[in-house]
Each structure stands twice: as structure tokens, then as C-alpha cells.
């Protein structure tokens, strides 16, 4: 049986969301110039969280969408199976606007990338950042990197790092697996 730790509690990933909106406050003030997209499904799901919060400090007027990226991942037709697309919900041009990318989980690099490639139907942004609740540093494999992180988190090849909602999963809070 797989082992599995927890690396950030119900406390800690609540605090950390604070932290995050707090920086991105800071950032990009007013946010009029501002939108805040997920990128499916677990960027969706701290993106939710962060409009949440966002909204109990004050800031709520943004674009705000949702990006599937599986038509253009490199790894969409590949021996492990069909990927299965979600909606992207997006109803705004990203045309000369700072965009912020949201994804629960920053690994190779690869859905990034995908993301990338999935914005430019919707325009020529001014600027795009990227932010994640986890970022697994020494291995990416593509050249990608984060503006805002909840937190780093070393790994070795036989681990695996899962964001857990309350949600859906009845609590709030990141785990680590060894397989």
C-alpha cells in the first residue's frame, strides 16, 4: 500500500490562500486590467478559492474564465489513454490585459505550456503569470516557472503530490505519496 503524508493542513492551505490574494493585491492593485483564468480542473478549484477570498478582501471586479487545455497537450494521443476534455469558459478577450494562469499543481512544465498555446485563441495578452498552490521544483522538463507559489515541495521519482479540496475530497489540505 502506498504511504502518504500530509505536507499542508486545513490551517496552513487556508493561510496560504491569504497569502496568495494578499500578493496578487499587491501586484496587480485594482485588478481592472486584470484576469484570473483556471486552467482544468484543479487550477478551476483553486481558482474558485482565490475569487472567494478575493472577493471577502475587496476585489471583485475581473474577467474571470475557465481553460481546458487537452487538445493541446503533446501528450493527448499517447499509450496511457484518452485525456477527457472540460468545458473552457471563457467569454472576454485576454487582447492587452495581465493574465493570471491558475493551476493547482506545477510539475514538468507541460500543461503550462498547453495552457499557452490554448490562450492565444482569445487574444494577445500584455502580460500572462502563472500561479500555483504547489510547485515540484527539479522537475520540470520545460523551461516554465512560476510568479506566485503557495509552496515548494522537493520530490523524489517515486512520489506524488495531491491538492485536496473540501469540496470534494472533505478537507483542505496537500498530501504526499510514495508509490
Same mark, same amino acid.
Request: a negative charge; charged letters at 30%; glycine letters at 6%.
Given at each position: 500500500?502506498?504511504?502518504?503524508?500530509?505536507?499542508?493542513?486545513?490551517?496552513?492551505?487556508?493561510?496560504?490562500?491569504?497569502? #496568495?490574494?494578499?500578493?496578487?493585491?499587491?501586484?496587480?492593485?485594482?485588478?481592472?486590467?486584470?484576469?484570473?483564468? $483556471?486552467?482544468?480542473?484543479?487550477?478551476?478549484?483553486?481558482?474558485?478559492?482565490?475569487?472567494?477570498?478575493?472577493?471577502?478582501?475587496?476585489?471583485?471586479?475581473?474577467?474571470?474564465?475557465?481553460?481546458?487545455?487537452?487538445?493541446?497537450? =503533446?501528450?493527448?494521443?499517447?499509450?496511457?489513454?484518452?485525456?477527457?476534455?472540460?468545458?473552457?469558459?471563457?467569454?472576454?478577450?485576454?487582447?492587452?490585459?495581465?493574465? *493570471?494562469? *491558475?493551476?493547482?499543481?506545477?510539475?514538468?512544465?507541460?500543461?503550462?505550456?498547453?495552457?499557452?498555446?490554448? #490562450?492565444?485563441?482569445?487574444?494577445?495578452?500584455?502580460?500572462?503569470?502563472?500561479? *500555483?498552490?504547489?510547485?515540484?521544483?527539479?522537475?520540470?522538463?520545460?523551461?516554465?516557472?512560476?510568479?506566485?507559489? $503557495?509552496?515548494?515541495? =522537493?520530490?523524489?521519482?517515486?512520489?506524488? *503530490?495531491?491538492?485536496?479540496?473540501?469540496?470534494?475530497?472533505?478537507?483542505?489540505?496537500?498530501?504526499?505519496?510514495?508509490?
Amino acid at each position: 500500500m502506498p504511504a502518504q503524508r500530509i505536507i499542508h493542513n486545513r490551517e496552513r492551505f487556508a493561510l496560504t490562500i491569504t497569502r #496568495l490574494c494578499s500578493h496578487l493585491i499587491e501586484e496587480h492593485g485594482d485588478f481592472s486590467n486584470t484576469c484570473l483564468i $483556471g486552467i482544468q480542473t484543479g487550477g478551476v478549484e483553486l481558482a474558485e478559492r482565490l475569487r472567494k477570498r478575493l472577493a471577502e478582501m475587496g476585489v471583485t471586479d475581473y474577467d474571470y474564465g475557465k481553460l481546458d487545455t487537452t487538445f493541446y497537450r =503533446d501528450d493527448f494521443r499517447t499509450a496511457k489513454g484518452g485525456l477527457t476534455p472540460h468545458p473552457t469558459e471563457i467569454d472576454f478577450l485576454v487582447e492587452d490585459k495581465r493574465v *493570471v494562469l *491558475v493551476d493547482d499543481v506545477l510539475f514538468s512544465g507541460r500543461t503550462t505550456v498547453s495552457a499557452l498555446t490554448a #490562450l492565444n485563441h482569445y487574444g494577445r495578452p500584455a502580460q500572462v503569470e502563472l500561479l *500555483v498552490m504547489v510547485d515540484r521544483r527539479f522537475r520540470r522538463t520545460l523551461p516554465v516557472r512560476a510568479n506566485y507559489r $503557495g509552496l515548494s515541495v =522537493d520530490t523524489l521519482d517515486n512520489e506524488y *503530490v495531491e491538492v485536496q479540496w473540501a469540496e470534494t475530497d472533505g478537507e483542505d489540505q496537500i498530501i504526499l505519496r510514495t508509490s
